[in-house]
């Protein structure tokens, strides 16, 4: 695994070499064209959510780790998703369309184009939301520790380019951070991974569009959140950021339906929050905005690293 460097690495060593172990399955550099998103959620509570080392980097009931691209020309150039460890292809699904907009998507299908390995001793990983077309395995066949399973893609249930890894033990899911589910959150001195990932809790809960600067308890609550404007309303992406420090550039953006850049707005972050709220966005114009279906972007850097970043969409009627 290729890694730029992040500010907090949390002291954890693999399993034991006689024990199941995990390596990076993509092609890329994290901090620089790719992020991990979101960690599994290890607070069972509905409606809450806490990451293996006690911080906010993860979605309720989020049950694998997003490992996230930070473009959409990446996806288009193609990032190889590689098996994690070696095993059997069970099943793959390799004919949905990438479509941010996840048209025709269920529960069913969410997961996308993916591939499930069977690795032994009750241990598999599925790969979730490959590019249409780009599976690269068939069912039994065999795979070695990087042997090519396909490219990243936008199938399934997702607004932007991600793998989404999910480890599961005799069916049930393992958080590959914590695989010993008993132990509190905190630095964990176990992990699953033969080269663990550096860990920063600085992250973006959430992003997404409303018609006004929400505050923070309507972002937490999900009450800001519009899925569809009206041609007049204002156009305004929000950005909740976790454990942010001094010196930390979120960028929120905005594109129409022609890709054309609506507004983007570049914010330093001065003192150090546990959760902090931050929106930009723009009135109506006198004739109205474009019908169609919007882009917004949370970006989060420091020291030009990329530590976050969250898509949203909205569709002006």
Known sequence: ????????????????????????????????????????????????????????????????????????????????????????????????????????VTDQNACGNAVLIDHGDGWQTLSCHMKRGSVAVTPGQTVATGDLLGEVGLSGQTNHPHLHLTVLHNGTEVDPFAPDAALPCGPQEVTLWADPPPYTATGLVTAGFSAKVPDLAEVTSGTARRDSLGATEPLVVYGHVGHGEPGDVLVLSARGPDGAEVFRERMVLEDPQVSLMRAFGRKAPPQGWAMGDYLGEALLTRDGVVIAHRHAHVTVR
């Open 1 to 104: 695994m290729r890694a730029a460097a992040l500010v907090l690495m949390l002291s954890a060593a693999p399993v034991a070499a006689e024990s199941f172990v995990l390596h990076w399955p993509l092609d890329c550099t994290l901090g620089q064209d790719c992020f991990i998103e979101d960690y599994v959620d290890d607070d069972p509570a509905p409606g809450q959510q806490r990451d293996f080392a006690c911080g906010l980097n993860s979605r309720d009931a989020h049950k694998g780790t997003d490992l996230a691209l930070i473009s959409f020309d990446l996806m288009e150039r193609g990032v190889a998703v590689r098996a994690a460890a070696p095993g059997t292809v069970l099943r793959l699904r390799d004919s949905m369309a990438d479509d941010r907009l996840m048209t025709g």
